[in-house]
Antibody
Framework: QLQLRESGPGVVKASQTLSLTCTVS??????????WSWIRQHPGKGLEWLGY???????YYNPSLKSRVTISLDTSRNQFSLRLTSVTAADTAVYYC????????????WGQGTLVTVSS | QSALTQPASVSGSPGQSITISCTGS?????????VSWYQRHPGKAPKLILY???QRPSGVSRRFSGSKSAYTASLTISGLQAEDEAEYYC??????????FGGGTKLTVL
């Protein structure tokens, strides 16, 4: 079982870029067989998948956010990251990182989540 | 890509069974045997309880079961316990390397 932990600023100003990092332990982000994902939950709402990246560094994104989202791997630090540009109040949410398995498409391990508030 | 549809809330008494539905479309639930379900207690991370429509991960109680018909997947919890009170989310592969979640269902154990 993997352990994942999100880190990053809790407040981001509107129009700026939200950047979060997920540190993985118990496994390697460069090993095959996993994808690494970001998922968020707006206050009082359901979960929203943002995207995932394979160990090959190929990334796939939610079409509704594709133009603003980038997910990347840092194999030297065993981390993966989220960048969300041009944020607005609508991007205020709890952001989770999670790992899963391509082909079966489920999320096995999750971080605890981190609240990001977009301020004006 | 539209969110899957779940009832906002369901409730049941201890020992009873409840079912939570998750309705999608021909683009997601109807095309793939890749529905997963997650349980989330307040302040905690979601926990995988079912995958592949009906499969239980190791360590998940047999009281949790899944089924699917056409565009609707269902989660059934039998022998309700107080600890089952939580939010439940369905998720489906939606093709082209995308995934879609449901809006979540709050389960209250009376």
């Amino acid at each position: 079982q993997l352990q994942l932990r999100e880190s990053g600023p809790g407040v981001v100003k509107a129009s700026q870029t939200l950047s979060l990092t997920c540190t993985v332990s118990g496994g390697s982000v460069s090993s095959g067989g996993y994808f690494w994902s970001w998922i968020r939950q707006h206050p009082g709402k359901g979960l929203e998948w943002l995207g995932y990246i394979y160990y090959t560094e190929t990334a796939y994104y939610n079409p509704s956010l594709k133009s603003r989202v980038t997910i990347s791997l840092d194999t030297s630090r065993n981390q993966f990251s989220l960048r969300l540009t041009s944020v607005t109040a609508a991007d205020t949410a709890v952001y989770y990182c999670a790992s899963g398995f391509p082909g079966v498409e489920y999320f096995q391990d999750w971080g605890q989540g981190t609240l990001v508030t977009v301020s004006s | 890509q539209s969110a899957l549809t779940q009832p906002a809330s369901v409730s049941g008494s201890p020992g009873q069974s409840i079912t939570i539905s998750c309705t999608g479309s021909s683009s997601d639930i109807g095309s793939y045997n890749l529905v997963s379900w997650y349980q989330r207690h307040p302040g905690k991370a979601p926990k995988l309880i079912l995958y592949g429509d009906t499969q239980r991960p190791s360590g998940v109680s047999r009281r949790f079961s899944g089924s699917k018909s056409a565009y609707t997947a269902s989660l059934t919890i039998s022998g309700l316990q107080a600890e089952d009170e939580a939010e439940y989310y369905c998720c489906s592969y939606a093709g082209s390397a995308t995934v879609v979640f449901g809006g979540g269902t709050k389960l209250t154990v009376l």
